[in-house]
C-alpha cells in the first residue's frame, strides 16, 4: 500500500519549492500525492485562505507537505497545525559544508512543545493601564513531548538537553520539568536541564554542547529562530510538526515575495522537509539518500542566489535528483 501524501504549495515560491520537492519523493517512493489549495490566492478567489476540504485532507492524510502562506499564513498554518493535532515541532538547525555559517559546527534539533505555553494562554485587559497572561503547561502534554523525545534520541541510554526557566516560573516551568525529566528517567534516557536564558549564550558560544533539546512553546519558537541564524538563515531549514497518528513538513521559510515567480528560490528546505517525511513515514533509508544528496549539493553547487550562485530552482532539484 502506498501512503497518502497532502501536496499543498500554497503561495509565493510554495509554487516552485514544494513541486521540486515532490519530485524527489517521487524518485525515492512509491505514494500517493493528493494536491490540495490553501492561502491568499485561495482567498482572494473565494473569501476563504483554508477551504474546509483541505483541512479534512489534511487531518485524513499520512503526512502533508505544505510550502507557504502570505498574509494569510496564521489563518491556514495554526488550523493545519491542529488538524493533525501536531504536539511537537521538529525543528532541526544544522550548518552545511559550502554555505556561510556563523557556526559552521553546529548541529543540534528542537523539539518544541507545540499545543500550550503562553500561546495557548488567555490574555485579558483588565484595565487601561493592566494586561495580564495565563499560561498553560499540563502533566499530559509535557510527557507527551518527552516520549516523543526519548524516542527521538533511540530510546534507553539516548540522552537529550531540556531548556527551561524553573527557577522562576516555578509552577508552570517546574512541572513541564519534572514530568520531562520523570519520563526520561522511567525510559532510561539521560537527560541536562538548561536556564533557557543560559542556552542562549551558550549556544552561541559554543552549539556543540547540544544536541537535542526539548523546550516549551515559547522558548522553542525563539531558541531555534535564533540558531537559525547560527547556521546561515531560512532558505536550508526544513521543519515538522508531528501528531500522533499523521504529519505536517514545512520550511522554515515564508512565501519569499521579494523573489516569488523568478524560479531561483533555493528548494533545500523544502526538500529536506521532505527528508523529514519519509524518516517520520519509517523510510529511514530513503530520507538518509535525500539529505545526502542535498548534502552534496550544497557542498558541490549548483547554488540558487541566496547562496551565491546563479542556479535556478530547477538546476538544483536536477542536481539532487542526480546524486540520488
Ligand atoms: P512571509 O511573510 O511569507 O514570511 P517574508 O517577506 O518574511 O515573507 P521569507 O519567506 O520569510 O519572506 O524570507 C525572508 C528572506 O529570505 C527574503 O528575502 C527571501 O527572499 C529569503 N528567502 C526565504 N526563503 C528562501 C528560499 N527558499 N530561497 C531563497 N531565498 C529565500
Ligand atoms: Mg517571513
Known amino acids: 500500500?502506498?501512503?497518502?501524501?497532502?501536496?499543498?504549495?500554497?503561495?509565493?515560491?510554495?509554487?516552485?519549492?514544494?513541486?521540486?520537492?515532490?519530485?524527489?519523493?517521487?524518485?525515492?517512493?512509491?505514494?500517493?500525492?493528493?494536491?490540495?489549495?490553501a492561502g491568499d490566492h485561495v482567498k482572494a478567489e473565494t473569501g476563504e485562505a483554508l477551504p474546509d476540504e483541505t483541512y479534512e485532507l489534511v487531518a485524513d492524510a499520512d503526512a502533508t507537505l505544505f510550502g507557504a502562506?502570505?498574509?494569510?499564513?496564521?489563518?491556514?498554518?495554526?488550523?493545519?497545525?491542529?488538524?493533525?493535532?501536531?504536539?511537537?515541532?521538529?525543528?532541526?538547525?544544522k550548518a552545511y559544508p559550502g554555505v556561510?555559517?556563523?557556526?559552521?559546527?553546529?548541529?543540534?534539533?528542537?523539539?518544541?512543545?507545540?499545543?500550550?505555553?503562553?500561546?495557548?494562554?488567555?490574555?485579558?485587559?483588565?484595565?487601561?493601564?493592566?494586561?495580564?497572561?495565563?499560561?498553560?503547561?499540563?502533566?499530559?502534554?509535557?510527557?507527551?513531548?518527552?516520549?516523543?523525545?526519548?524516542?527521538?534520541?533511540g530510546g534507553e541510554g539516548g540522552h537529550f538537553q531540556v531548556a527551561h526557566k524553573a527557577n522562576v516560573m516555578r509552577e508552570t516551568d517546574g512541572r513541564f520539568l519534572d514530568a520531562v525529566v520523570e519520563t526520561a528517567e522511567k525510559n532510561g534516557?539521560?537527560?541536562?536541564?538548561?536556564?533557557?536564558?543560559a542556552f542562549a549564550t551558550h549556544v552561541c558560544l559554543d552549539p556543540t554542547q547540544f544536541d537535542t533539546v526539548v523546550c516549551p512553546n515559547l522558548a522553542g519558537d525563539v531558541l531555534s529562530?535564533?540558531?537559525?541564524?547560527?547556521?546561515?538563515?531560512?532558505?536550508?531549514?526544513?521543519s515538522a510538526n508531528i501528531g500522533p497518528d499523521n504529519a505536517l513538513f514545512e520550511p522554515v521559510h515564508g512565501t519569499a515575495p521579494d523573489i516569488a515567480g523568478e524560479g531561483i528560490a533555493n528548494p533545500a528546505a523544502t526538500i529536506l522537509s521532505a527528508a523529514m517525511l519519509l524518516d517520520h513515514l519509517g523510510y529511514d533509508e530513503e530520507a538518509e539518500r535525500v539529505n545526502s544528496a542535498v548534502e552534496a549539493v550544497l557542498a558541490d553547487g549548483p547554488r540558487t542566489p541566496d547562496l551565491g550562485g546563479d542556479a535556478s530552482t530547477e538546476d538544483v532539484t536536477a542536481a539532487v535528483l542526480e546524486h540520488l
Open 1 to 37: 500500500m502506498s501512503e497518502e501524501i497532502v501536496v499543498i504549495p500554497g503561495d509565493g515560491i510554495g509554487q516552485e519549492v514544494v513541486p521540486a520537492a515532490v519530485e524527489v519523493l517521487e524518485a525515492v517512493g512509491d505514494f500517493d500525492f493528493v494536491e490540495a489549495d
Open 100 to 153: 556561510d555559517a556563523l557556526r559552521p559546527e553546529t548541529d543540534l534539533v528542537f523539539l518544541r512543545e507545540n499545543t500550550e505555553g503562553v500561546y495557548a494562554g488567555h490574555e485579558d485587559r483588565l484595565s487601561d493601564d493592566l494586561s495580564t497572561l495565563t499560561r498553560v503547561v499540563t502533566t499530559s502534554a509535557s510527557e507527551r513531548l518527552a516520549e516523543f523525545a526519548c524516542d527521538y534520541v
Open 225 to 238: 529562530d535564533l540558531a537559525a541564524g547560527l547556521v546561515g538563515g531560512l532558505g536550508l531549514l526544513p
Open 69 to 93: 502562506a502570505g498574509e494569510t499564513a496564521a489563518d491556514v498554518i495554526l488550523p493545519l497545525r491542529t488538524a493533525v493535532d501536531s504536539f511537537v515541532n521538529v525543528r532541526p538547525a
Open 189 to 197: 534516557v539521560e537527560t541536562d536541564a538548561v536556564l533557557m536564558d
